[in-house]
């Protein structure tokens, strides 16, 4: 049995410090005033390893560092997520699965992130999901898209149906 840990860090990965420093604030603000998100990058500590996802152009995007020590992000925090009842080989089948399932060309900021692997290993691991307000932007902004991409084909069906309703004219 392992205790299992959910890892946040700011998004700081950005060239520019000014926008590492934007982000940063956004997230004090954004979760720490109001609650409601900000931009996190997660990992899940489960046996005194780190587990994340990330993008790559060849080969899994699963990858491990030391606990709080992502050298790309802020570490801010960590939420206890409970216990696995997996062995330490079971764990690393599971990761070995998962390494499978989630190639780093995959990787899509809205859509399948660091924040849904992180939901997908804990669920797999039998601990509670991440909290909400960590993938809530990324969310929000998957929605809003699907949104859009529905809204406009609707919109060209619509035209068609005009078009040819048009013709019978």
Partial sequence: MSEVLLHIYDVTNSASART????????????????????????VEVYGEEWSFGFCENGTGVFSCPPKQNPMYTYRESIF?????????????????????WPGYAYDLLSKNCNHFCDSLCERLGVQKLPGWVNRFANAGDAAVDVAE???VRGKRANVII???AGKI
């Fill in 150 to 152: 529905n809204t406009a």
């Fill in 163 to 165: 078009i040819v309703e």
């Fill in 81 to 101: 997520l409970g216990h696995t009842h997996l062995s330490a080989t079971k764990v690393n089948q599971t990761l070995k699965e998962l390494s499978r399932e």
């Fill in 20 to 43: 590492n420093n934007v982000i940063v604030n956004l997230n004090k603000i954004m979760k720490d005033a109001i609650g409601v998100g900000g931009i996190f990058h997660s990992a």
